[in-house]
């Protein structure tokens, strides 16, 4: 889908968030579904170690990390229309002319996306966006914290901002039987959890609570794409 969901997030968060555990506790967290919450989080825990990982490794031996790599690069660039859109509608024209030629650029020079080559020749970064965000800049509430089943951490403003977002996915609106949607979303999905595993691991090793963790990770990690 369009939107990463909130378990990829909070990982990606586990690399920008180094502080002590607890620090951020030391602001009221809105998380009135706590009990409730664990069960979900301790769902997806299983379903990571049960399920997602050792496809992930399997994938992972049979694709080297190069190959993984591109087709993240292809993938990510396929959606880039929906981040134009988010850009657009939080008026930064800027990131808006960014991410236009940044899609030109790789789909054409780059491969079909496969190669960054915006990036790597000349030197456009790339900058996420999503409904989420776009909610955020016109003001409506985050709402409390959820673990949604399978997609992980969110809140009531992310999860319809999620789902805007994947209403904007190119693969959504191909004429096709189900499957010929569904295998490459299963694909999208594996690659990407191929190039993190040991994140999760190491945020679990790192912490005194890893439902904590992975909440206070994932709420930074919003604020911090809000900045």
Known sequence: MTAKSGFNMALAATQQTAGPEGDQNEQKVNDPYEHLNRQFFDFNDRLYFDVLKP?????SACLPA??????????????????????????????AAN????????????????????????????HESDFGQTLALWGVGSGPFMIIPVL???????????????????????PAD???????????????????????????????????????????????LLE
């Open 55 to 59: 496809a992930a490794q399997v994938y």
């Open 178 to 224: 189900w499957w010929v949607t569904f295998c490459p979303e299963t694909a999208r999905y594996v690659n990407r959890v191929s190039l993190q595993i040991g994140q999760y691991e190491e945020l679990k090793k790192a912490s005194l609570d890893p439902y904590i963790a992975m909440r206070d990770a994932y709420i930074q990690y919003r604020a911090h």
């Open 99 to 126: 991410e236009v030629t940044r899609f030109v650029i790789n789909s054409t020079m780059g491969m079909a996306g496969l190669i960054d080559l915006a990036q790597a020749r000349f030197a456009l970064q790339n």
């Open 152 to 174: 992980g951490p969110s809140n009531p403003r992310d999860l319809f901002g999620f789902a805007v977002d994947s209403a904007m996915d190119p693969l959504i609106w191909i």
């Open 66 to 95: 190069d190959v993984r790599e591109a087709l993240r690069n292809g993938f990510h660039n396929m959606v880039s229309p929906g981040r134009f859109v988010n850009f657009a509608l939080q008026a930064k024209g800027d990131k």
